[in-house]
């Protein structure tokens, strides 16, 4: 990665995020947030990551030929159904990564 | 008697003692940042000044992702804008407690806010009256959150690249924004959310610059707010 394009990437996103974060630290006398915009702060999260997610899985060429190339797509939705079950972010995340690496063993 | 320290300093060690039975959910998050950094080719130098200058996880994430498929920087920026978006409710939230520290103070409170301090802490001042209690139970959040991410990044960008190649080791970004996105589907709304912002993802993947991502979670957002108001739930 080039030196000068990380640099400045970071820096403008440190940059932003705070001003982010300080933004109603210094507002807050002068401005009040419609309760409208409130609610859709909170669906933030629920809007952004699964954009992230889905592409990672979907659109990911994988070489398990029987299953088109989609092993990343079941071992997601084997992932999804144990933190619907447990809840945790360690279990989620391991055993989306065993799952694949079954997959790709047994295919 | 220093009486007044002695509750500032047992609140700071409740707010310690309270972040710390979610760690195990953010330093698996740490150890994936540092591998991702490592594996993009960062140096530790690098990877842990992005982690301080940031020091928001899945921004860093999405932006190591994008610098990869080398977009633009403006992208990147306003990719982690829209995913540290949420802060501002909690900078809302927060500001009356803040509202009599200096302007540095201030800053330097707002550098270290985090999903995982601002949901213990806004738990905890149903019960700390007192802005000066509230505070240092604050601070004490901080320092248990920043020394699990930051060593845990730590730990990942040393360690993380000792992983065999069989195992798909990139596949545990998605995974871990899963597991955060999974617990917060709670009604019909947030499930309609987020199924847009995945279909949208998928439709606009060709889209030049990684537009695709900002288009997915503004539409997503529309639709949120769009069904809120239809059904007309209110706080």
């Known amino acids: 990665m080039n030196s000068s394009y990380f640099w400045t990437t970071v820096f403008l996103l ?19 947030i419609p309760n409208r915009v409130k ?16 592409p990672a899985a979907f659109m990911h060429q994988g070489d398990i030929v029987s299953l088109g190339g989609h092993e990343r797509v079941l071992a997601l939705f084997m992932a999804l159904f144990v933190s619907y079950k447990t809840k945790n972010v360690f279990a ?8 694949l690496y079954l997959i790709r063993l047994i295919a | 008697m220093s ?10 060690v409740l707010g310690v003692k309270r972040l710390l039975p979610i760690t195990p959910g ?8 540092g591998t991702v950094a490592s594996n993009s080719g960062l140096s530790l130098f690098e990877g842990m000044s992005m982690n301080f200058m940031v020091f928001a996880g899945a921004s860093q994430l999405a932006a190591l992702e994008l610098m990869n498929a080398k977009s633009p920087i403006l992208i990147v920026v306003l990719t982690g804008f829209v995913i540290n978006l949420r802060f501002i409710m909690y900078s809302a939230s927060l500001a009356p407690i803040v509202k009599d520290l200096s302007p540095l103070k201030k800053l330097g409170l707002a550098y270290t806010m985090t999903d995982q ?27 248990m959150m920043m020394s699990a991410w930051h060593l845990s990044t730590l730990t990942g960008i040393v360690f993380g690249n000792f ?46 610059y990684n537009l695709g991502l900002i ?5 997503a957002l529309v639709v949120g707010g769009y069904m809120t108001k239809e059904e007309g739930v209110h706080e």
């Open chain 1, 14 to 32: 440190g940059f932003v995020t705070l001003m982010i974060r300080v933004s109603f630290f210094y507002l807050y006398s002068y401005i009040k």
């Open chain 1, 39 to 54: 609610r859709s702060l909170g669906f933030i999260p629920v809007a952004v990551l699964p954009a992230l997610v889905a």
């Open chain 1, 92 to 99: 989620t995340i391991f055993s989306g990564i065993v799952f």
């Open chain 2, 3 to 12: 009486s007044v320290k002695n509750t500032s300093w047992d609140m700071f």
């Open chain 2, 26 to 33: 953010v330093v698996p998050f740490g150890l994936i940042m």
């Open chain 2, 117 to 143: 301090s601002y949901a213990v802490s806004i738990v905890e001042f149903e019960k700390i009256k007192n802005t000066k209690d509230q505070i240092a139970f604050y601070m004490g959040t901080v320092v």
């Open chain 2, 163 to 208: 992983a065999p190649k069989s195992i798909s080791l990139d596949f545990a970004v998605p995974l871990a924004f899963m597991s955060i996105v999974q617990p917060l589907i709670k009604n019909k709304v947030f499930a309609t959310v987020a199924l847009t912002s995945a279909s949208m993802s998928i439709l606009t993947y060709s889209l030049p």
């Open chain 2, 215 to 219: 288009i997915s979670a503004i539409t």
